[in-house]
């Protein structure tokens, strides 16, 4: 379903708004990926219900209190990063007739960073991208280059991708077969990087990348080993993660005005995970909605064919609402985080300087058959062999 231009409805807005405006502008915000950031994405495709979040229990508590499509029982890091940038909640792309002034959210659950990875049943990041080429489209039409220019290269981008790619492969004894696991974190890191420079040449600037959840201690993977945590899984985004970093200080090195900001899930989640208690949680290891082991089977809401399921008394007691994604409590605690970037987990700026300033004159891209994407590779494999 395509995005509804309505009439007098641009993305340019000329607005006061305390300290979030970049040369008369308010900074706009898109965000890509998976389920982590779905805002409701997969409410306007045909999927199964394992990959949507439109039914209770999900939107349970106070804030929306009914179920939006977010994967939650309430709002998600984005959306707590919008009201600290006085912007509204972003909407998604998808989401008929939806106010796309202020950006627009991509994201899709059960996406990740190759096309391969639940296809047909997302929105992959490909087409993720080619939707916001098509949004931008718009925009130049109706600003011209320059002034879209402006405001595609103040906009801060949100890329949460590739969880779904190694989760999806740990369970796949057939994938594992056909490649070892270097040789996966490469092709998935590559694919990233791609995307990445994609919207670099099509005028993004400021990213924010969120690492890796800890996927081989969710509820989800504990419910498969008896309460353990999955080695394999947890050893796939430990080098996802190492080798995203390195190769996020590479482009920054290299591209002109490139800037990022990366959010190490492993070091903000291991003390609570660890020590739920001292940090006024109940379970670091359970779900809040689900069944089995951990309740991580994934069977909230009715999922799986699940005919019943446990939910707890109070979600914000707990990290993981259901077998593979957060509380809101854990996404605005992270959301507070990255904005304020005093703490070792955000690097290597706070998230506030994104809506604060300008990136200054866009430089024109040329990416050459052995330009960045080959540095990429090159960095990929270093990462692979140390």
């Known amino acids: 379903m395509d995005f509804m231009w309505g009439c007098g409805l641009i993305l340019y807005f000329f607005m006061v708004l305390e300290g979030l405006v970049v040369n008369g502008q308010s900074v706009n915000f898109f965000i890509f990926g998976d389920s982590l950031v779905d805002a409701g994405t997969n409410n306007y495709i045909n999927t199964s219900k394992n990959h949507q979040a439109n039914f ?39 989401e ?3 106010n796309h002034s202020f950006g627009a959210n ?18 992959d990041m490909d ?14 039409r ?20 590739g969880l779904n790619d190694y989760k999806v492969f740990v369970m796949d004894y057939e994938a594992q077969l056909s490649h070892c696991k270097e040789e996966y974190v490469r092709i998935v890191t590559s694919n990233l990087i791609r995307q990445i420079l994609e919207l670099y040449k099509r005028g993004a600037r400021k990213f924010v990348f969120p690492s890796l959840k800890p996927l081989g201690c969710t509820p989800g993977m504990r419910s498969h080993t008896g309460g353990r945590c999955l080695a394999a899984a947890s050893h796939f985004v430990v080098y996802h993660n190492n080798a995203l970093e390195d190769l996020l200080i590479s482009l920054a ?27 006024g949680f109940d379970s670091g290891d359970d779900a809040c909605c689900g069944s089995g082991q951990n309740q991580g089977e994934y069977t909230c ?4 064919n699940a005919t019943t399921y446990e939910l707890c008394q109070d979600a914000s007691t707990f990290v993981w609402f259901d077998s593979f994604h957060y509380t809101e409590r854990i996404h605005r605690l992270a959301a507070y985080s990255m904005w304020d970037g005093n703490v070792s987990y955000v690097r290597p700026q706070a998230l506030k300087n994104f809506f604060n300033m300008a990136t200054g004159k866009v ?10 994407m080959s540095i990429a590779l090159s960095e990929i494999g270093s990462r692979m062999a140390s």
């Open 363 to 372: 430089p024109k891209v040329h990416l050459g058959r052995k330009g960045i």
């Open 301 to 304: 809401g009715g999922k799986s």
């Open 253 to 279: 090195n290299t591209l002109s005005a490139f800037q990022y900001i990366f959010f190490d899930h492993h070091e903000f989640l291991n003390p609570m995970m660890q020590k739920p208690d001292m940090h």
């Open 142 to 161: 109706n600003l011209g280059d320059s002034k879209a220019n402006q405001v595609l290269s103040n906009a801060v981008y949100y890329i949460s991708a």
């Open 127 to 140: 087409t993720q991208i080619e939707q916001y080429i098509n949004l931008t489209g718009r925009l130049r």
């Open 96 to 98: 008929p007739g939806a």
């Open 56 to 94: 209770l229990p999900y939107g349970e508590n106070s804030f929306f209190a009914k179920p939006t499509g977010r994967f939650s029982d309430g709002r998600i890091s984005p959306d707590f990063i919008a009201k600290l940038a006085n912007l509204p909640l972003i909407p998604p792309y998808l």
């Open 106 to 123: 991509f994201a899709s659950a059960g996406a990740g960073a190759l096309q391969t990875t639940n296809q047909g049943q997302v929105v």
